[in-house]
């Protein structure tokens, strides 16, 4: 298995299908970047392409959606985005019999892993690879215009916590955040990052907690330019909306996520739905908790606030939902 997933990563593409917003250009005016989602992440892409798409007008931009399936009714949406903003975008159906035998965890499912088979659809210099759980908040120009020399590519280290954590736990001197990643195609070729990484992750499966992140860190020990947090900026529920003003890519890593009910009513909730509403999902209710993890957390908040008839129902869904349906 690991010799198909490796070496003809992108026969894994069952169907292309292109979302063209504008004419072509030439090679080296496009900026190419790219996203691997499954159903559940269909309404943040929309929502982070469009924050992309207005705050980087000047630039032609490429979309490359990698997915498992994707309904009419997001195609559609998708359609309406690269119409309105003149950008295009390109959607990828993925085989997942490639990925098969890979770990996963809850918050790391096999969409986690497209993120490998980018740079073999891709024929450019570089390609930007973002996580869907992220808006734009200023131009990505800058972040282009970085020079990676020799590097395979350009990241921002994780959360400081993180960081030593998994570098005590890897035996590495540096940890980057895996959720906006700046690839130089050619060296990522040369380097083969695809095929060690994923032997990486069949070979030592438990000792990897973070998975894709966890090898990638190890491949590219020594091979990556670091980037200021403003081009993964990590917030949350609890960010002061206040001090993001410089940064770029707000990246919502953690849970709740800012889409979800779950999420409290703050000013940084506030500056992901003004992107949402200039998005075909403008008008569509905060998603419900829909995993039991979710339900728990969401009745935790309610009891929080006091509201503790709502907060009690969503626990008795917490409790069918792990321990009775799972029977």
Known sequence: MIVNITQELSQCVEQRLLLEGRSPCAPAQEFHIGFGIDAAFVRPLGVLITSLCENNPQLALSCHVMTIALNEEEISQLRAIAAGYRVNIHIYFLNLAFFAGLPTKRDLPIPTYFRFVLPTLVEAQTVLYLDSDIICINSVQPLFEASLGEHVLAAVPDAERTATRRMAALHLSTYFNAGVLLINIANWRREQVSRHALSLLFEMPNQLTYLDQDALNIVL????????????????????????????????????????????????????????????????????????????????????????????????????????RHE
């Not at 503790?308 to 129902?313: K, L, Q």
């Open 221 to 324: 020990e020594g091979k990556t330019t670091v980037l200021d947090n403003k081009w993964n900026y990590f917030v949350s529920e609890q960010t002061n909306e206040a001090v993001i003003h410089q940064a770029c890519l707000l990246h919502f890593a953690a849970h709740p996520k800012p889409w979800t009910v779950a999420f409290g009513n703050t000013p940084i909730q506030q500056r992901y739905l003004d992107y949402e509403q200039r998005s075909p999902w403008a008008g569509v209710p905060l998603q419900q908790p829909r995993t039991f993890h979710a339900m728990r957390l969401y009745a935790e908040k309610l009891w929080q606030k006091r509201n503790y008839r709502e907060s009690i129902a969503w626990y008795l869904r917490y409790v069918h939902r792990k321990f009775i």
